[in-house]
Nanobody, 125 residues
Framework: QVQLGESGGGLVQAGGSLRLSCAAS??????????LGWFRQAPGKEREFVAA????????LYADSVKGRFTIARDNAKNTVYLQMNDLKPEDTAVYYC????????????????WGQGTQVTVSS
């Protein structure tokens, strides 16, 4: 069993910054062996890809909508993945989820087998 817990969400004005964290745990879970991703879901919309990072950070991907503003990073010693979000926009408002990639695609939610409960990010204009 894998447990993921996001933190760091909140209310921020447009142009502001937040850093999300996601801590992973599990008795037989080897964090450093897995790629991780961040997704988000706004009300009435489908869950969408935000960013992903491979097991050793050798491959990093971003959605076009966040490229240049968001940075994903991981600390394998702390079993934690981060999402630094700068220059936030109202359209970034969503529940943000971290997830463990267990399939082949970095971009599809269906290829992530373990999910956190999500953290709300609200950006006011």
């Amino acid at each position: 069993q894998v447990q993921l817990g996001e933190s760091g969400g909140g209310l921020v004005q447009a142009g502001g910054s937040l850093r999300l964290s996601c801590a992973a745990s599990g008795r037989t879970f080897t964090f450093s062996s897995y790629a991780l991703g961040w997704f988000r879901q706004a009300p009435g919309k489908e869950r969408e890809f935000v960013a992903a990072i491979s097991w050793n950070a050798g491959r990093i991907l971003y959605a076009d909508s966040v490229k240049g503003r968001f940075t994903i990073a991981r600390d394998n010693a702390k079993n934690t993945v981060y999402l630094q979000m700068n220059d936030l926009k109202p359209e970034d408002t969503a529940v943000y989820y971290c997830a463990v990639k267990t399939g082949t695609s970095y971009l599809r939610p269906a290829d992530y087998g373990h999910w956190g409960q999500g953290t709300q990010v609200t950006v006011s204009s």
